[in-house]
Each structure stands twice: as structure tokens, then as C-alpha cells.
């Protein structure tokens, strides 16, 4: 079978060598001519009698590691004493593998579940040496797991929970190459479609190389002179490679980067042809013929091939005449340019193929071939080598072809005869991408990141810097969509939200110094999120165009407002779109048959905006109107029935225009409630919405009197902008219209919660029938109760749907009261009515662990899945030792401190911490301030500074955290100036150092002529 469905893919690789950490490092190793060759590292030897071996500088010749005790035992879920028993090899093997899937730009979890296979050539680092030397052997029940070679692949595959072959080769020095060659066998007979293929070579005792030196296959220089004259053994090398392999069609068909194609494989032994260990030129050609016959091409077609190369006095000789045997019957009339990574890299025996591939792959990616080091004259016991054979001596381009694509052999040869080829291809040239939009500007753009510890997230953070910053080709756009659909998504979690991407690398270098802002949001998603609770305000949070900017921006916001506007249609003489974009034409907001439909709209169009995003409701509860939207965003209505009661029930108000009012009060329930006594049958309560904010409703006048006895009381009393009564006996003139006009509603079952402000808790939402909604204007609000008990009993997080957020501090103010607030965020704000604004709230929902969909974010954009750097591990020393080298014990090392706390031991160093973090929320609102400018100013209220309610809200959050104190909602507006509230935290910190007073809790951010904290209070209760 030949085409695309038999053909194999190569889209993901990574590779470790010693000062050599990832495949660019690599390539440009290779491009340069560079070997890592140098000596055995004095500090990792395991037991130094090797010293004493005649042939010891030879032992400690080749390429090694510094230290090879490093795991991130964290990140793979491995207990530090399972750690340590590990054999180094299984701990590379895991890191290489993560890294290859990564460099596949596929998230981990996408393999979850899949038939693929895993297969590892690896061989014994000589750890055991270790394990018998520090006594482990005789207790360590993880010694059986951390010394099987089959456990390589099986960890692997338990990493990744894959379900394929799960198999660990050993054919010697071949094992990788024959590793690889089984996977393709696998995935062309259609048994898989992906596999993982690769090999890992370490060295931890030196002395097991004795063997090598004594059969003289050893280069006493530690150097391998690869088919020249000095000819006269390989140097030993460390590392490995991995690569994820997947059948070409679907590699095409998914727009993966393939760096190229796997078209032939053969593997065979040499048979008795030779005597054990010499090489068989006839077994090595027939694995190349039967490579080249799989992959339907001729010899005469190959224009690279990478030997085993060894420089070993017999291998060089039989290798070239293996070569020669294979095209000798061929009409090649060109020399065969060969070369060997090993004059590199070192022979990393079991991995050696595998490293030879992915060299050969990358020179087939990138067109070029590169120097194979150390050749200067030909092995003279090869004669005519120079007349067949051409040994690049640097870089060069590749030779193009006309109407031929790049090929490349590689062989691996394990001693004793087992034989591997595998013939390379260029990849297929990528279809034309459709046109792209160009990068975004102006507007914001998430890059998320995550990782498994703190310390990890701020490297991830400085990596990607990195990257960016050296690469101007790379797109906001594309990063974004790379992060969010390449990466497996972690617990510590970040989200830089870029208008520019200058913005985007401060925000990079903010997370990787261990800061935030608003710009760079971070936090842990510990463990489950808590049900999602949508909570829609009543009327208060309108304002002009609140709709314009989300109408262009966002086509689900779009497409939801004009199915609202078809719904409302029948009911109503004015344009929605009109209104909501604020257009000269439109109908004014100061209409309650106007403003109450308009709010309903926006609410369930936003709603629509979340569910797109990913973040979609467990419950929810509605604010009077609100729960109109409530009713119909939870599915209990349809659109038609909600928009029908909402214009109706908003119409038939007009009824009550004029006949009362409602009125806002600052003090408990149970205060306003004895007070309202005197008035009895006049006013009543309206709404309870938090523990110290009440509105009350009635007459006019009896609402001056109520008004004039709380303020001798120094109780905050404020009159709502309606002319209107609801939730009071003025309702009770309309009962008749609304169920009339509400008749022919039809509720149905929902599985989405609804919580009733009418009923004070859950409600099955049958329910939900025209009688509900005179209930739902007639009947007090229980809001603050029903938000209590959610936060209580079942915590999660509440996002407020609205133009604007008017019950925000209220929800903050319960969830104050517990031990371990929930999340409150917003959708937009007067100030920003943009889906920028939304993403904000969105970072915050994700880094708190509420699943999101990033990926809607980037669709219009028809971004590309670019290169990112993979994982940064942070290792830790777990490691066997001999009581003779070192008394150090064999558990891991303590774990690295993260990010130092602000050092705020004096009022002044809490106060320049506030007047910092103030800037940094007035540098949002364009005010251009810094924390010198307000330490200057300290002593003016936030309200004069430029604050609003969102804003101090926003302040509070963030020097909660970086305070380490716990401060209500309401601070800024009881210590209303920079002075005040830095003295206030000073006391928190450290109350022996405190003499000063704290301010009386009536001082207010306001004067009581100022609509601003009112609005805050009394804001969507109608």
C-alpha cells in the first residue's frame, strides 16, 4: 500500500544533549560544526574505583551530562522516594516524551483514551550500581519499578493515558531505529494512527564501559573520527530524542507542521554471515534494500544518507561497503553525501538511531545539510571512498531538485547483527492558508499560560518572552491561539490580556518576576471552581450605548440582540438596535417600556457571549426583572414568552407613573423594618439585598417623612430615579392587566437552577407561570438571602450579566462574611462596554479553575498553531547515594522558595504599596498617574482620584493579595483616601506598631449629595 494513508508523518520531536536542551539548540549545534564531547564529570562518578582501570581517561572521555539527578517529580505526580529510585533514564524518557507531544502542538490531554503506541530503545545506566552501594536494594519497594527497562515506555504511556503497545526495545546499539521501525509497521497496517517512538542513553557509572574499551571499540581521545584515516573507536554520549509519528492524511488533514515523511523502514540480521560482534556489510544492505523497496524509490533517488558511523576500525569499512552493495546495481552517477550526528553528539548506543533521525528530519525540514565533524582524509581501508561518497565538511544548502523531493536514509547497526534503515522524505508543501486577518490592534488579546508549580509559571512566563521578543514574525494572535490549543492547561495559571504586543511583553515580564495587574491576571486553580451562578440585576445598570461597541465586536452578541429584537417586535414601536448602540434615533432610556426591554436584551445577549466562551450556567438568579432574563437564559422560558411579559409588564408601569417612588436605605432590615411601622399600608420593604442595604417603596410622601426621621438618625436615605412603586401595594392596581397579558406563558422544566428572589430559594421552574410574574413585582426582593445561601452552601462562582455591575459590592459583602469567599466578577461597565472587558473577567473565572473556551476567542482570526517552548521542569535533586561519596540523603532536596512577600513593616512602605496599586487601576481609566504623583495626593478621597465603585472594588482584591489581609468590600469607601486606607492595612499587619485611630466606620467616599455610592447601593432593584 502506497499514498498519504500509508505514509507516516513525523510532527512532533525533542532531543537532550549535554549543554544541548531542546531542537533549536540542536540545530544550531549541528549548523555550526560544534561537539559536546568533553570529560566524565568528577562530582556524578558513582564509585571511583574505575580510576584505577588501566583504560580510565578512555572511561571518561565522550559526552556527559553535568548532573543527571534533576526531576521534576512534582509535575509527573511521583513521590520523592519513587523519584529517587528511578533509574535517570525512565525520568529523561518522561521529559523527552512531554516535550515531543508538545512540539506537536497537541495538548496532552487530547491523546487521553487513544490507541497509541509507545515504544522506547534504552538500555541500563548503571544505576543499579547505586542502588546496591547505598542499601536501597534492601528495602526500596520501588526498586522493582524504578529499575525494569519495560517501564519507560509504560510510564510513558501511563503519562499520557494511551492505550496502545506499550514496549520497551532492546537490540542493542539499533534499538531506537528498530523502536521506530516498528510504530511505522504498526500505524501502516492500520493498527494505530499516532505513535511515540524514541530512545534515551545514560551513563551513571563509568566503569561499565570496561567492556567497550577492553574490545577496542573505544576512542581513546574521546572523539569519533567517523570514515577518516584515525579512524579508531566512538566517544560514549549521553541524552536521547523522542518523536510523535501519525499517519500522513490525517497530519495533512489536521494542518500539523511535519518535518518530514517516513515513506520506507527495514530491519533484519545479519545472520551468521560474520562473527560475533564484527558488522555484516550483506545484513546492513539488506535492511537498506528492503527499506528502499517499502518506499518504492531507488537508491539512485536518495541524496543523503546518516550512517551509524562510528569511526570504529570495522564498522567505518563495513558500513561503506554495506552502502555500496545496496546501489551497486543502481545507474547512480552521483556521489552519496553521508555523515554521522556522532561526531557530535557522541554514540548514544540504544538512542543512537533515533538521534541520527531527527538530525536528518531537521535537515529536511530547514534544506540543509550539515558538517560531519573530524573528517579530513578517508579511511584508507575503504578504497574509492571519495569517488562514491561526499562527507560535508560544513554547512550548505540543500541541492534542490527539480520535480524530486529531498530524501535521506538513516541506519542504525546494533552489535550482534540487528539492522534498521528508514527512508525520510520532504514534506508535502502545505496548502495555501486561506487570507488572514491581519493582527489585531487595539483591541485585547489573552495569551494564557499554566504550570504545575508557581516557580514554573513564571519561567513558562520568561521563555515565551523569549521567544516572542527575538521573533517579530510571530503574531499576537497566533501566540494566543498556540497557548490555548497546543498546551495542557494547569493549575497555576496566568492570563496577559495584550493591546499591543509591547503590552503583551510587559505583561510576560511581569508574571515572570512574580507581579500582576490588571493586564496580567493570576491566580491557582486549586481544586473544583463550584457551580457557575449568573446573576442578572434589575434596572439600574443601563447607560447610552452600552451596547455599541460588544454589537460590532462580538457576532454571537450581535446575533443574540436581533433574535431579541425579532422576539420584542409585536410588543414594542421602537428599533432595540437603536437603542442598545445608542443612536441618535432611538427611544430614550428615561422610558420604563424602553429601558426594562432594553436591559432584558442585553442581559440575555451577554449571557449568550458567556455560553460561547465556555462558561456556561449551574444556576441563576435574577434581581426583580432580572429574573425575567434568569428565567429565559436558564431555558425555563423561551424567548418569545420572556420577551413578551418583559415588554408588557414594563408597559403596564406606565400605569403607575407619578402614583410613588422607592428609596434607598443604608441600614439593616431588621432596623428599617421596625421604622417602617409608622408608615403602615404606606411603605413597605422592597428589597433586601445585602446585610446593611434596603429599599423601601410607597407613597411619595411617606417616603420624604421616612427620609427625614432616618436622617436624625444619621441613617443614609436616598430616593431611586422612578416615579414608580414596585414591589408595593401601587402594584397591586395592575394585578389584573399583567395576568391578562401573561396568560398564555409557557414554562417548562430547566437543568439549570433557578433560585427565586420571591421565594427565597430554589424553584422548579413549571412554575414560572403568568401568576409568578405579578408575584415577582408585587413581592419583596429577597435577594441578599437567596445570594447568602448560595455562597454558604454551596460557594462557586457568580458572574453578574449586566451592562453594568450594580450588585457587585452587595455579592461581595456576603461572600466577605465567609471563610473562603467565592469569586464575584462583572461583564462590562460603563466604562468599557468592549469584549476586552469581558476577557478580563473571563481570565479571572479561568484561573480560579472554572473550564473556559479560549479558542473562541481567536476564530475570526483564522490564526495558525505556532512553535512554543515546551514545559519548563523544575528539578529537584532525588538521587541514590553510596555512604562512600557523599552523606547527602537520598530524598529529595527542599523545594524552592517562590517569590518573596513586599517587605510593608512601616505605614510608609504600606502606603506606597497603595498609592502603587492605586496608579496602576487609574492607568486603566487613562488618568496617566503614578504612585509618586499619589503619595503626593495621598490625602484626597478616591472619589476626587477618579475612582468608581468597580474600580474600588478592583483596588480591594488586589491589595488582598498582595497584603496578605482580608479587607470587605466596602474599604475604599470607609478609609476614602490613600492615607486613611494605608493606615487602616498598617494596623492589619502589624496592630502593636499602630497607635493611630482607625477611622470612624461612617466616614464615607462620598458626601451624601453625591449619586455614586447610592447608585452602587441601589442600583437594579426595580
Not at 544550531?28 to 564509585?47: I, K, Y
Not at 490625602?939 to 479587607?967: C, H, I, P, Q, Y
Amino acid at each position: 500500500m502506497r499514498g498519504a494513508a500509508a505514509d507516516i508523518a513525523v510532527i512532533g520531536m525533542s532531543c537532550r544533549f549535554p549543554g544541548v536542551q531542546n531542537l533549536d539548540e540542536f540545530w544550531h549545534l549541528l549548523l555550526d560544526g560544534r561537539s559536546t564531547v568533553g570529560t566524565f564529570p568528577e562530582q556524578r562518578a558513582a564509585d571511583s574505583r574505575h580510576r584505577s582501570h588501566p583504560d580510565a581517561d578512555t572511561l571518561d572521555s565522550g559526552s556527559f551530562f553535568d548532573s543527571v539527578d534533576g526531576f521534576d517529580a512534582e509535575f509527573f505526580g511521583t513521590s520523592p522516594a519513587e523519584a529517587a529510585a528511578m533509574d535517570p533514564v525512565q525520568r529523561l524518557g518522561l521529559e523527552l516524551a512531554w516535550e515531543a507531544v508538545e512540539d506537536a502542538r497537541i495538548p496532552a490531554g487530547a491523546l487521553a483514551g487513544r490507541e497509541i503506541d509507545v515504544v522506547v530503545g534504552a538500555g541500563p545506566s548503571g544505576y543499579e550500581l547505586l542502588r546496591k552501594l547505598s542499601g536501597s536494594d534492601q528495602d526500596d519497594h520501588y526498586a522493582a519499578l524504578g529499575s525494569s527497562g519495560a517501564l519507560i515506555a509504560n510510564r510513558i504511556s501511563s503519562l499520557f493515558d494511551v492505550r496502545g503497545m506499550s514496549f520497551c526495545a532492546d537490540s542493542g546499539q539499533s534499538s531506537s531505529l528498530v523502536s521506530l521501525a516498528l510504530t511505522c509497521e504498526r500505524i501502516s497496517a492500520g493498527a494505530i494512527d499516532m505513535a511515540i517512538a524514541g530512545g534515551v542513553h545514560l551513563i551513571v557509572d563509568a566503569a561499565a564501559g570496561s567492556g567497550l574499551a577492553n574490545l577496542g571499540a573505544l576512542s581513546p581521545d574521546g572523539r569519533c573520527f567517523t570514515f577518516d584515516e584515525r579512524a579508531s573507536g566512538f566517544a560514549r554520549g549521553e541524552g536521547g530524542a523522542f518523536v510523535l509519528l501519525k499517519r500522513l492524511d490525517l497530519a495533512v488533514a489536521d494542518g500539523d507542521h511535519i518535518y518530514a515523511v517516513v515513506r520506507g523502514w527495514g530491519v533484519g540480521s545479519g545472520g551468521s554471515t560474520t562473527r560475533m560482534p564484527d558488522p555484516s556489510p550483506t545484513g546492513q544492505a539488506a535492511a537498506v534494500r528492503s527499506a528502499l523497496e517499502r518506499a518504492g524509490v531507488g537508491f539512485d533517488a536518495i541524496d543523503y544518507v546518516e550512517a551509524h558511523g562510528t569511526g570504529t576500525r570495522l564498522g567505518d569499512p563495513a558500513e561503506i561497503a554495506g552502502l555500496r552493495e545496496a546501489f551497486g546495481d543502481t545507474a547512480r552517477s552521483r556521489p552519496l553525501t553521508i555523515g554521522s550526528v556522532k561526531t557530535n553528539v557522541g554514540h548514544l548506543e540504544p538512542a543512537a538511531g533515533i538521534v541520527g533521525f531527527v538530525k536528518t528530519a531537521l535537515c529536511l525540514d530547514r534544506a540543509h545539510l550539515v558538517a560531519s565533524l573530524n573528517f579530513d582524509s578517508p579511511n584508507p581501508a575503504i578504497p574509492g571512498f571519495q569517488d562514491d561518497f561526499d562527507v560535508p565538511r560544513a554547512a550548505r544548502p540543500w541541492p534542490d531538485e527539480p520535480d524530486r523531493p529531498r530524501r535521506a536514509g538513516v541506519s542504525a547497526f546494533g552489535m550482534g547483527g540487528t539492522n534498521a534503515h528508514v527512508i525520510l522524505e520532504q514534506a508535502p508543501t502545505a496548502p495555501e492558508a486561506d487570507t488572514r486577518v491581519p493582527d489585531s490592534t487595539g483591541r485585547l488579546v489573552p495569551w494564557v499560560l499554566s504550570a504545575r508549580s508557581e516557580p514554573a509559571l513564571r519561567e513558562q512566563a520568561a521563555r515565551l518572552k523569549g521567544l516572542v521578543a527575538a521573533d517579530p514574525s510571530l503574531t499576537a494572535t497566533d501566540v494566543g491561539h498556540s497557548l490555548v490549543t497546543t498546551r495542557a492547561p494547569f493549575e497555576h495559571r496566568a492570563v496577559i490580556l495584550g493591546g499591543s504586543r509591547e503590552d503583551s511583553l510587559t505583561g510576560l515580564d511581569l508574571i515572570a518576576t512574580g507581579g500582576d495587574s490588571a493586564q496580567a491576571v493570576r491566580g491557582a486553580a486549586t481544586g473544583p471552581a463550584g457551580p457557575v451562578v449568573f446573576v442578572f440585576p434589575g434596572q439600574g445598570s443601563q447607560w447610552l450605548g452600552m451596547g455599541r461597541q460588544l454589537y460590532a465586536e462580538s457576532a454571537d452578541f450581535a446575533r443574540a440582540v436581533d433574535e431579541c429584537e425579532q422576539a420584542l417586535a409585536p410588543y414594542v414601536d421602537w428599533s432595540l438596535a437603536e437603542v442598545l448602540t445608542g443612536a441618535e434615533s432611538a427611544a430614550s432610556l428615561d422610558r420604563v417600556d424602553v429601558v426594562q426591554p432594553a436591559l432584558f436584551a442585553m442581559m440575555v445577549s451577554l449571557a449568550r457571549v458567556w455560553r460561547s466562551l465556555g462558561v456556561v450556567p449551574d444556576a441563576v438568579v435574577g434581581h426583580s426583572q432580572g429574573e425575567i432574563a434568569a428565567a429565559c437564559v436558564s431555558g425555563a422560558l423561551s424567548l418569545q414568552d420572556a420577551a413578551r411579559i418583559v415588554a408588557l409588564r414594563s408597559r403596564a408601569l406606565t400605569d403607575l407613573a407619578g402614583l410613588g417612588g422607592m428609596s434607598a436605605v443604608a441600614a439593616t432590615p431588621e432596623w428599617v423594618e421596625e421604622r417602617l411601622e409608622q408608615w403602615t399600608g404606606r411603605l413597605s420593604v422592597a428589597a433586601v439585598n445585602g446585610p446593611a442595604s434596603v429599599v423601601i417603596a410607597g407613597d411619595d410622601e411617606a417616603l420624604d417623612q421616612f427620609a427625614a426621621s432616618a436622617s436624625a438618625d444619621e441613617v443614609r436615605v436616598r430616593r431611586v430615579k422612578v416615579d414608580y412603586a414596585s414591589h408595593s401595594h401601587h402594584v397591586e392596581r395592575i394585578r389584573d392587566r399583567l395576568l391578562e397579558d401573561t396568560a398564555a406563558v409557557s414554562p417548562r422544566e430547566s437543568a439549570v437552577r433557578f433560585h427565586s428572589t420571591v421565594t427565597g430559594g430554589p424553584l422548579d421552574t413549571r412554575a414560572l407561570d403568568g401568576s409568578y410574574w405579578y408575584d415577582n413585582l408585587r413581592s419583596m426582593v429577597r435577594f441578599g438571602e437567596v445570594v447568602e445561601d448560595l455562597m454558604r452552601d454551596q460557594g462557586g462562582v457568580f458572574v453578574e450579566v449586566s451592562p453594568h455591575p450594580v450588585l457587585q459590592v452587595a455579592m461581595e459583602e456576603a461572600a466577605d462574611a465567609l471563610p473562603t469567599p467565592p469569586l464575584v466578577v462583572s461583564t462590562l461597565n460603563r466604562r468599557d462596554g468592549s469584549a476586552g472587558r469581558i476577557l478580563t473577567s473571563l481570565a479571572e473565572l479561568h484561573v480560579r479553575g472554572v473550564p473556559v473556551n479560549w479558542r473562541t476567542v481567536f476564530a475570526a482570526d483564522r490564526p495558525r498553531r505556532v512553535a512554543l517552548p515546551t514545559y519548563a521542569f523544575q528539578r529537584q535533586r532525588y538521587w541514590l547515594t553510596a555512604p562512600a561519596v557523599t552523606a547527602e540523603s537520598p530524598a529529595a532536596q527542599p523545594a524552592r522558595p517562590g517569590a518573596g512577600a513586599a517587605d510593608l513593616v512601616s505605614e510608609s512602605a504600606v502606603l506606597t504599596l497603595v498609592c502603587a496599586e492605586t496608579a496602576t487601576a487609574l492607568t486603566a481609566k487613562g488618568a496617566g498617574l503614578t504612585g509618586a504623583d499619589l503619595e503626593a495626593r495621598a490625602t484626597e478621597t478616591f472619589k476626587r482620584l477618579g475612582f468608581d465603585s468597580s474600580m474600588a472594588v478592583g483596588l480591594r482584591n488586589r491589595l488582598n493579595a498582595l497584603a496578605g489581609v482580608r479587607l470587605p468590600a466596602t474599604v475604599a469607601f470607609t478609609y476614602p483616601t490613600p492615607q486613611a486606607l494605608a493606615a487602616h492595612i498598617h494596623s492589619l499587619i502589624a496592630p502593636e506598631a499602630s497607635a493611630a485611630p482607625e477611622t470612624a466606620a461612617e466616614t464615607s467616599l462620598e458626601s451624601h449629595t453625591d449619586d455614586d455610592l447610592y447608585a452602587l447601593i441601589d442600583g437594579g432593584y426595580t
